[in-house]
């Protein structure tokens, strides 16, 4: 398992923009899959974006296509997610999680073995 430690969170007004980072430990984090979920107050927990170990597939909940970009360098053990024209119901708990490729698009929890302590976006109207 790898550790996961998340930053980037904050307040911000509708449209405009944050970039979360998630750093992890250990060696072998260019051989998981990576995924970002967030829970709003609530609410249960749900899929924002995943990536791939190569980065060769990416996958987004319906709510933020268009407007939020997983990425990742394997070279610094940190995957991203860049948020852009944000709206009030972004306001969540963002989370990484690391878990091992699959054939599915990483959507569901079980999909991953490791995951941060979760870092506080909040979108002002």
């Known amino acids: 398992q790898v550790q996961l430690v998340e930053s980037g969170g904050g307040l911000v007004q509708a449209g405009g923009s944050l970039r979360l980072s998630c750093a992890a430990s250990g060696r072998t984090f260019s051989l998981y899959r990576m995924g970002w979920f967030r829970q709003a107050p609530g609410k249960e927990r749900e899929f924002v974006a995943s990536?791939?170990?190569?980065?060769?597939?990416?996958y987004y909940t319906d709510a933020v296509k268009g407007r939020f970009t997983i990425s990742r360098d394997n070279a610094k053990s940190t995957v991203y997610l860049q948020m852009n024209n944000l709206k009030p119901e972004d306001t969540a708990v963002y989370s990484c999680?690391?878990?091992?490729?699959?054939?599915?698009?990483?959507?569901?929890?079980?999909?991953?073995?490791?995951w941060g302590q979760g870092t506080h976006v909040t979108v002002s109207s």
């Open positions: 999680a690391a878990g091992p490729n699959k054939y599915n698009n990483g959507a569901y929890p079980t999909d991953y073995s490791s």
């Open positions: 990536i791939s170990s190569s980065s060769s597939r990416t």
